[in-house]
């Protein structure tokens, strides 16, 4: 399978990493922590990092050494609300780029599982959630939303699946994965029985 290197090119990931940091120094949680006289060299350590860590060329391991992300982030007090505004930067220039869905798509799955294994401060994260969103397949309105923990979700939706929503009987035609939000929200698209 191609790689996101492969796919998007070195300017692909130049192009996401510039607008993630546009937005970095007008941020109230983010701009003060990152060094307001060197957000250039914040960029391309970025930039190289992700460039390396997706396939590309390994500069960043020769400049930088071993990642170790969790230690480089520790002297920033890294909670969820900052790992939370970190991703809605990061979606907003994924946005804005414009990329490939398979690799908008594994990108957004590392920055998020990421950001969270980077936090340092505060409450430990609450299990992971997904919102469904129901929506009549026939119709197109939405007839329900709830919100499960990802864990109970592992087996992956089969459509054909059967499930009781507001006491209705429901069999589901197929589901889609919500793009843009900051937490994870699928559409699922069901029929009544
Ligand atoms: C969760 C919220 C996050 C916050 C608040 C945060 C904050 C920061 C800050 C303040 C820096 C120092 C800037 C500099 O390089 O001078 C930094 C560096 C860096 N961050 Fe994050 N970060 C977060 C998440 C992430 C994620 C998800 C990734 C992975 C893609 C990441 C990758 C990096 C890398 C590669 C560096 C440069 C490390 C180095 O070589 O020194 N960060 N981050």
């Not at 290197?5 to 192009?15: A, H, Q, Y």
């Not at 120094?25 to 970025?46: C, F, N, S």
């Not at 946005?95 to 908008?104: A, R, S």
Request: charged share 25%; net charge negative; hydrophobic share 40%.
């Amino acid at each position: 399978m191609a790689t996101p290197f492969e796919i998007i090119g070195e300017d692909g990931f130049t192009k996401l990493v510039r607008a993630f940091y546009a937005q970095v120094p007008t941020d109230d949680i983010l701009g003060p922590m990152y060094p307001a006289d060197d957000l250039a060299g914040a960029e391309e350590r970025l930039r190289l990092f992700l460039l390396f860590r997706f396939g590309g060329p390994e500069t960043y391991v020769e400049k930088r050494g071993h990642p170790r992300l969790r230690l480089r982030h520790a002297p920033f007090p890294l909670d969820v609300r900052a790992a939370e505004r970190w991703l809605s930067l990061m979606h907003r220039a994924l946005k804005e780029t414009g990329l490939p869905e398979p690799v908008d798509a594994e990108l957004r799955k590392f920055f998020r599982d990421t950001a969270y294994f980077l936090i340092n401060t505060g409450q430990a994260p609450t299990e992971p959630l997904v919102t469904l969103v129901f929506i009549d397949a026939d119709s197109g309105t939405e007839v329900g939303e709830a919100t499960v923990r990802k864990a109970a979700l592992a087996g992956g939706f089969e459509p054909g699946t059967k499930f009781g929503l507001s006491g209705q009987p429901f069999v589901l035609v197929r589901t889609e994965p919500i793009q843009g939000s900051d937490s994870e929200r699928v559409r699922m698209y069901v029929l009544r029985q």
